[in-house]
């Protein structure tokens, strides 16, 4: 039996079983225990690989593929409860696109289908979203920018945007922000996203994990990895995200 296999069978016993020691009570048979007369010694027995009726499992082994199985469970659980979206009766184009990217930008990896980006990219590492809104914000004021989506999701709550008790647009704290009425306009860089702002091509974002830049130019290819989807919502003015995928390994 290879490791792999060694570790199957493990798995199927330590989610049979709730305790090793009742994992060494299923290979004692009626008979072991008639002529020992001791359940303790059958048990050290079975332990042993002296008696028993099927696989021989050490007590570490069990112990540590339990705990590794109920540690992955409850981190399943608790990335479940993490993600903001989940449960809500999302009607709008853009939210529902949002909602589709939550976990991948969240948690730093890529577990999208071929419905969601181009077949080329499913076997990548890392997906992370650039958002573009333009629209008026509670003062009347037309204001458009740029969101590093990953960035937005670690520092505040989404569950105020996914339930729609707050409108999501650009601040001057994100990667960039425009002000068409007073004409105020600020770049950052993100932890993600580093700003090139002063180039012939216009604004450019360079990806800092794999250093692949992102042109948001519509009339230019986005770059390498990289996807442009419109958005067709009612909510905003103009939406547009930016699929990037780093392939570089981590």
Known sequence: MDQDEGLTAVDNIVTQFNTYEDFLDSQITTIDLYYLEDESLARQLVELGYRGTGEIVKREDFEARKAAIDIARLAERTQKKTLTSAGKDLQDNFLKALAMREEDNRNGKVSVNQQRVAAAYIMSKKLITVIFIRDKNSHGQEVSGYIDYAHRLKTEDFELYFTGKRRLLPRPTDLSFYNWDNHIAVCNSSPNYQVMADNPEGLL???????????????????????????????????VLFDHISRRKT
């Open 205 to 239: 974002f360079k990806y800092k994990r794999d250093r692949k830049i992102l042109n948001v130019d519509p009339k230019a290819q986005p770059g390498d990895n990289s996807a442009r989807i419109p958005i067709q919502t009612e909510l905003y003015m103009h939406v």
